[in-house]
């Protein structure tokens, strides 16, 4: 079931301040997107007006080119996940799961034996057998939220929308889920939606990415071009550690204003005049200069590896920034070296160019 | 030693002040013995003070129940404009003075009152007849309901009822299958609360009842006219049996936790 999302608006109650701001969204159908960006960005509230839980002040969802006005014309057909599973407390986990099944008008509603059977189905499906009898009080977090999936599910809803689904679970039980979520995504062949904070959740599990700020999409992308062409500073900022060089491009060659940085070629395109670049921390690499007045030493003082990068901080100036080496070449020579940040993506006004 | 201190104090200060009078008022009442006392319960005035009492309070309670989760309801999830006034007006009935709030139901429906002579001339009798008597009970326990759900609903959230909305329920069903098992706890207690004050109120019974005998005295009315007429045991036996009445329905309110505490045992 593909989601279209038109021109979406939306103040907050009593106000001027616009939570959406124009916000237009295509969704095709079987694809899994994340919705990320800072808190207060709007995704969550984005992810609440697809599922018609808040009003907007003007634009339109459409669900199979199909507009939705109410929640009622979404009931069943839109699975919810709430980042703090909402599951109900008095009810038996299998009752939990069986809830969107049993509040159907009599004449939809299917015997009491098939949904007993849909439970059953369901319980395995989130390798939760054995549990139905139980009350969600008694289950672990992860638990929890595989019957809130389940409860989601139960309807066979073509469209799942996850708010921050993995937020409150340990981070080894969130590794486990994530890629399950991912399989099962799959093999249900849903259209989902996933809100979370966690960029690096979201460039794991997401085949597009979408980035919010204030209200607004940022840029919409798979993950490998939101790393490779981030179309803001921002953008760049919030995938991941990145350092900033700001500088100048003369006659093709960007100079950075820190002397310990060597000089790159930039693509054509790019005009002469101020400009930042901004790299990640892994992509730098140091070099011997090639003229001798360049030689100036490096400060690299080691803080531990993470994945296979040893980790270092720079004293390059008055500033101090983040540099990682591959293991393998950590013990290498800092001595009578300068940085080399030809990799770097270049922005100017903040927006990418090049 | 200090905890043993204070321990004790509380103790005999509970029994001197909550413990002594219902004690006392059933040492009143059996004094003649128990068969004389029961006697007093026979006369037909003493059986109407109790039918009208009894009859008065289901009303009371049925009608603050529905409407206190309702308006709890409405306050605690919906934000709208004159939403604190509402709140502040539920409570006012815990402000104001009875004997005030029986007052100004004489002053819509009394025979000087704003609506009394219109209703008069259709032989609607609201004071000093049962319907006024109602709506003084109503307006004294209105506000126990709310207020003892309002905070259990407020904990509750909203998440839940989403939840059952976007599974596919309606009104009815996210309150009755959601909400209200949600907040039982809280609601029993407040219809009991409500059962207890609406069994014993006199002051705003006592201004809009007229006090006739047999057809608008409520049982504590029934007991000061008692006591007035020197009819010490009659009047003790009626306010012993109404002090029970009261306490049986504070009582029921920890039974749920009774229970759980059993199954928990046994489990």
Redesign the interface.
């Known amino acids: 079931m593909s989601i279209e999302v038109c021109n979406l608006v939306r103040l907050a109650?009593g106000t001027q301040q616009r939570l959406l701001d124009d916000v237009s969204l295509k969704v095709p159908d079987g694809a899994f997107v994340a919705l990320v960006g800072p808190s207060g960005a709007g995704k969550t509230t984005l992810l609440r007006a697809i599922?018609?839980?808040d009003g907007c002040n003007s634009g339109s969802v459409l669900l199979d080119d199909r507009p939705m006005t109410s929640?009622k014309d979404?009931?069943?057909r839109?699975?919810?996940v709430?980042q703090?599973y909402?599951?109900?407390?008095?009810?038996t986990v299998a009752r939990n799961i069986a809830?969107?099944l049993?509040?159907?008008p009599r004449g939809e509603r299917p015997a009491r034996s098939a949904i007993a059977k849909r439970v059953e189905e369901l319980l395995e499906l989130m390798q939760l057998q054995g549990m139905g009898g139980k009350h969600p009080a008694k289950l672990s977090g992860g638990q929890r939220q595989r019957v809130?999936l389940a409860?989601?599910l139960?309807?066979g809803p073509r469209v799942l929308l996850l708010d921050e689904p993995f937020g409150a679970l340990d981070p080894i039980v969130r590794r486990s889920i994530r890629t399950w979520l991912r399989e099962l995504h799959d093999t249900l062949g849903l259209t989902t939606i996933l809100v979370t904070h966690d960029q690096e959740e979201a460039l794991e599990i997401a085949d597009r990415i979408v980035v919010m700020q204030s209200g607004r999409i940022m840029q919409d992308a798979s993950p490998q071009d939101l790393d490779e062409q981030p179309a803001t500073e921002f953008v760049m900022e919030f995938l991941g550690e990145a350092v900033s060089f700001s500088g100048e491009v003369r006659h093709g060659r960007m100079i950075a204003d820190d002397a310990l940085v060597l000089p790159f070629a930039v693509p054509e395109g790019v005009t002469d005049g101020p400009i930042t670049a901004m790299i990640r921390p892994y992509e730098m690499t140091i070099k011997k200069p090639g003229s001798a007045q360049d030689v100036l030493s490096l400060y690299a003082a080691p803080r531990g590896t993470r994945n296979g990068y040893r980790h270092y901080t720079l004293q390059l100036g008055e500033r101090i920034i983040p540099f990682y080496r591959p293991v393998e070449a950590a013990d290498a020579q800092v001595q009578g070296v300068a940085l080399d940040i030809s990799r770097a993506r270049l922005f100017r006004q903040g927006l990418l160019c090049g | 030693m200090t905890r043993y201190l204070v321990w004790g104090a509380s103790w005999l200060f509970i029994l001197l002040v909550l413990v002594t009078p219902p004690a006392m008022v059933l040492t009143e009442a059996l004094k003649d013995g128990l068969g004389a006392s029961l006697a007093t319960l026979s006369d037909p005035d003493a059986q109407s003070a109790i039918w009208l009492t009894l009859r008065v309070s289901v009303v009371a309670v049925v009608l603050n129940t529905i409407f206190g989760i309702l308006a709890a309801w409405v306050l605690v999830k919906f934000r709208f404009p004159g939403r604190q006034f509402l709140q502040i007006l539920v409570e006012l009935p815990l402000s104001i003075s009875p004997v005030v709030s029986g007052l100004v139901w004489l002053l819509l429906f009394g025979a000087q009152g704003w609506f009394g002579p219109t209703l008069e001339r259709w032989n609607i009798h609201i004071a000093f007849a049962v319907p006024g008597i109602i709506l003084a009970t109503l307006f004294v326990t209105l506000p126990y309901v709310v207020r003892t759900v309002m905070p259990v609903m407020e904990v509750q959230g909203r998440d839940a009822e989403e939840a059952a909305v976007l599974a596919g329920a309606g009104f009815w069903q996210v309150l009755w299958h959601v909400t209200l098992p949600g907040v039982r706890g809280a609601l029993l207690s407040g219809v009991l609360l409500t059962t207890a004050r609406a069994l014993g109120e006199f002051g705003a019974v006592s201004v809009v009842s007229g006090h006739i005998p047999g057809e608008t005295e409520t049982m504590p009315l029934h007991i000061e006219n008692l006591y007035n007429g020197y009819q010490s045991v009659a009047a003790f036996t009626m306010a012993a049996l109404l002090a029970f009445m009261a306490m049986s329905a504070v009582l029921l309110r920890s039974a749920p936790d009774w229970i759980a505490r059993l199954q928990e045992k046994k489990a």
């Not at chain 1, 909402?86 to 009810?91: C, D, I």
Request: glycine share 14%.
């Open positions: 109650p599922a018609g839980l929640v979404r009931a069943g839109m699975g919810f709430f703090n909402a599951l109900f407390p008095h009810m809830f969107g049993d509040v159907l809130a409860r989601a139960a309807t």
